[in-house]
């Protein structure tokens, strides 16, 4: 029995010990901080350029402080410029590889040594590889001088237009921009009241306007072939439209026969015996379906011309004429002032933009 709890015991403790060891060994993967220094290129003609590029390792909870150079990495290799560094997530965002480039140059011909970069991953410093990198000069053929050309004159460059078309355009909207922002300040110093010229449409007579109606709705061929409600609905409301300017009484508001009554009032019965007429024919085809002829419906539109020119108004000769223009003079109110402020500062502000771009161009142009 003994025997036996030992040996359960001891087969526990073993899975124990593996577990604790994966752990730990899992742990010391993901602290390890890898450094590494690579370059494009191990040989360069003199001025010529090269990238040199760090990549550390570590894991996402570290921090990492990268290597600062001023302006060489060594004496004889300049830096050019240094690029953003690049991150990348591994391992489900566990781990961090970033990346960061060395633009670097010579002008000295040499075999340069070029150190390991140092990075600090925690407070604790890791550091990369040497490089080398062989810098060559340009060969020369001492043999045959002749060869050789020495600087050229300076030449001057022709000036074409789209060299000077910038300078063109701001001139001319500061040209443009400055006169407006003149013209609305003298406008805004003088606080002239605005004037207003208002078209009048003169009014026509009642009979013109209802002759004018008659005249469309018997144009329209459609209505007294195929619609006659819809051409005696536009007949007797043009009749009533006139009735109504003429003698005085809403005749739109009130039926046929209450019409006829008002119009006995002024006219006498055979007056407007055939507007009576017109009425019923009407009423029958709006109310009752009633089919009219053709040569019905032309004579009941021959006899609404009649009612209006026997009943028309002819206008005074020597009566003075509407104007059909009226000139209304407005003070300038507030909100009218800040619009005016407004305008001059948006104005005064783009030809002073356009002068500066004009500047410029002239500077970079001549000088």
Not at 88 to 100: E, F, G, T, V
């Amino acid at each position: 029995m003994k025997y036996s709890l030992f040996n359960t015991c001891r087969k526990y403790l073993k899975v124990v010990l593996c577990a604790v060891s994966l752990f730990a060994g899992t742990s010391f993967v993901y602290a390890q901080v890898t450094v590494e220094a690579t370059i494009d290129s191990l040989q360069l003609l003199i001025g010529e350029q090269a990238k040199i590029k760090l990549q550390v390792s570590m894991d996402a909870n570290q921090k990492l402080r990268l290597p600062l150079f001023s302006d060489t990495i060594v004496r004889g290799v300049e830096i050019v410029d240094v690029a953003k560094p690049d991150t990348q997530l591994l391992n489900d965002n566990k781990r961090w590889l970033i990346s960061q480039e060395y633009t670097v140059t010579s002008f000295d011909s040499a075999l340069y040594y070029l150190p390991p970069m140092k990075v600090m991953v925690n407070d604790k410093q890791y550091q990369s590889e040497a490089l080398a990198l062989k810098v060559y000069s340009i060969p020369v053929d001492t043999l045959h001088p002749d060869q050789f050309f020495g600087p050229k004159e300076i030449r001057k460059v022709p000036l074409i237009w789209t060299d000077i078309a910038p300078l063109v355009y701001s001139s001319v909207l500061m040209l443009i921009l400055g006169a407006v922002a003149v013209f609305l300040v003298i406008r805004y110093r003088n606080n002239k009241p605005i004037i207003k010229i208002i078209k009048v449409e003169p009014k026509l007579p009642p009979h013109q306007t209802a002759l004018k109606r008659i005249e469309e709705i018997k144009s329209n061929q459609s209505w007294r072939q195929n619609d006659p409600k819809m051409y005696y609905t536009e007949l007797t409301d043009a009749i009533r439209a006139y009735i109504k300017d003429r003698f005085g009484f809403n005749a739109l508001e009130m039926t046929s026969s209450e019409i006829i009554e008002h119009l006995l009032q002024e006219k006498d019965k055979d007056s407007i015996k055939d507007l009576r007429n017109l009425f019923e024919v009407a009423d029958l085809v709006k109310f009752a379906k009633y089919a009219p002829l053709m040569n019905e419906n032309d004579m009941n539109l021959l006899n609404a011309v009649d009612f209006i020119n026997q009943t028309k108004i002819e206008e005074d000769p020597n009566a003075k004429k509407e104007p059909t223009e009226i000139k209304v003079e407005e003070k300038r109110s507030k909100q009218g002032r800040i619009a005016l402020i407004c305008c001059i500062a948006v104005a005064g502000i783009g030809a002073l933009i356009a002068l500066y771009v004009a500047i410029r161009h002239i500077i970079s142009l001549f000088f």
